[in-house]
């Protein structure tokens, strides 16, 4: 709970013109943002290395809600467990396969481009990571049903839910960083509360 939103915090602030709310729509801008662009590459895969302790912080929730908010930890853990491996395929596909053109020169990418571009637009089996959000979904209800929770202070869930709430924006990096501050503001000190035995 403590380190997850350090990760995505570091994921989403490596993005290059992280100040701008231009929304990506086109597969050259894509490709000009991962293209050469090592501190993109290692940011992404670790949070494709942090798909565990997405697993790992919604065993964590279920756990507090049991007993107090059962609904909340069911559906909203299932939702969040399932779109948590949907979320290593998203980074498989769209950062282990756009690495792999960093082989490439640029003459051989160039050529690649339609492949590229259906990458981008999602094309075909891809298609299923439209339900990313589901996986924010997910942790929205566990924020709820923390509500239910007396030893959870209403800050603290205030801030969980609100956290994961701004990532459901448009692909928008800096409100998607300034989320990951807003979830370490709540999530954190959850984890320590946790650690410290003070969650009965």
Request: aromatic share 8%; hydrophobic share 60%.
């Amino acid at each position: 709970m403590i380190v997850l939103p350090l990760i995505l915090l570091v994921g989403f602030a490596a993005h290059p013109n992280l100040g701008s709310l231009e929304i990506m729509r086109d597969t050259v801008s894509w490709v000009s943002e991962f293209r050469h662009n090592t501190v993109w590459g290692y940011a992404h895969l670790a949070v494709l290395l942090a798909t565990p302790i997405f697993i790992v912080v919604v065993f964590g929730l279920m756990h507090i809600l049991a007993g107090k908010a059962d609904w909340y930890s069911l559906i909203g853990g299932s939702l969040a467990m399932i779109d948590s491996l949907l979320l290593a395929a998203d980074k498989g596909a769209l950062y282990l396969v756009p690495g792999a053109l960093e082989s490439l020169t640029d003459q051989q990418c160039a050529a690649a481009m339609p492949a590229v571009e259906a990458m981008f637009t999602k094309a075909g089996p891809l298609a299923m990571l439209n339900f990313l959000p589901v996986l924010v979904v997910g942790f929205v209800i566990l924020g709820v049903g923390l509500f239910k929770v007396a030893s959870v202070s209403r800050w603290k869930s205030t801030a969980l839910t609100i956290g994961f709430l701004m990532f459901l924006n448009p692909d928008i990096d800096i409100i998607s960083a300034v989320a990951s501050v807003v979830l370490l503001v709540g999530v954190a000190p959850i984890g320590l509360d946790s650690i410290r035995g003070k969650l009965g």
